[in-house]
């Protein structure tokens, strides 16, 4: 079955953990993904994996940091579809772990720019398109440091919180004026690059693959959730 065949999905961060399994198993429920993010290469080589898959993909090198890649990205993706079906926001950067008197303002203004700027961003550069969709569908991968912070985590805790706001605020603003649904998402411990670098004592082993969260992620899709909807991926799942 495909469940997905004929619609549009956009992913962000899909070179790699929970992007690009998201991404493979969104084409192998019959959606054309779009696979965004800086590492062309690792693009490459899921959408090579989605074609070898018998799915389809096109890959979109952006920077979400840089003052125009988001605008740039909307514009191309507007010249080729009318409508976007599926947006699911996964990029985002972890600055070092550090007390709050203590954060590099440089990886601050980086972890903003992409966690939270880029957010709003996406959702200007592609409302129009997400609206033009019968079904038009968004998830944003959180963490549950956003609505609980924790000492030392206050650099992205006070991202993934205006993350999570901005996500919120939307789901509210389009509920009586389009079909657009918006989901926040907390993927819980996955074994991610990301997850790697903030417990490097961690084994790897010991927590759930990506692969799970992406199957919730098309499940959850398919689902005719309440917006604004919130959950996390539990290790059972």
């Known amino acids: 079955m495909k469940p997905f065949a004929g619609q549009v999905a956009l992913v962000t961060g899909a070179s790699k953990g929970i992007g690009a399994a998201t991404a493979k198993a969104l084409a192998a429920a019959g959606a054309h993904v779009i696979l965004t993010a800086r590492d062309v290469k690792a693009l490459e080589a899921v959408e090579e994996a989605i074609h070898a898959g018998g799915g389809t993909a096109t890959i979109a090198p952006v920077d979400l940091a840089e003052p125009d890649g ?99 605020c939307h789901a509210q603003e389009v509920a009586r004026i389009s079909k657009v649904r918006v989901a926040i998402v907390n993927p819980g411990a996955t074994r991610t690059k990301m997850r790697a670098s903030a417990y490097p004592g961690e084994d790897p082993a010991s927590v759930k693959p990506p692969e799970v969260v992406a199957a919730r992620l098309v499940e959850l899709l398919g689902e005719p959730f309440a917006s604004p909807h919130r959950e996390s991926v539990n290790s059972s799942r």
């Open 70 to 168: 988001v605008a740039r990205l909307a514009t191309a993706m507007a010249q080729r579809w009318t409508a976007l079906d599926i947006l699911v926001i996964n990029a985002a950067v972890l600055p070092q772990l550090s007390p709050v008197s203590d954060i590099d303002p440089r990886a601050f203004n980086q972890a903003l720019t992409v966690n939270v700027l880029a957010t709003q961003a996406l959702i200007a550069g592609l409302d129009r398109m997400l609206k033009a969709s019968a079904d038009g569908r968004i998830i944003g991968l959180t963490s549950s440091v956003g609505p609980a912070p924790r000492a030392f985590w206050g650099a992205y805790a006070a991202s993934k919180a205006a993350f999570e706001a901005l996500l919120d």
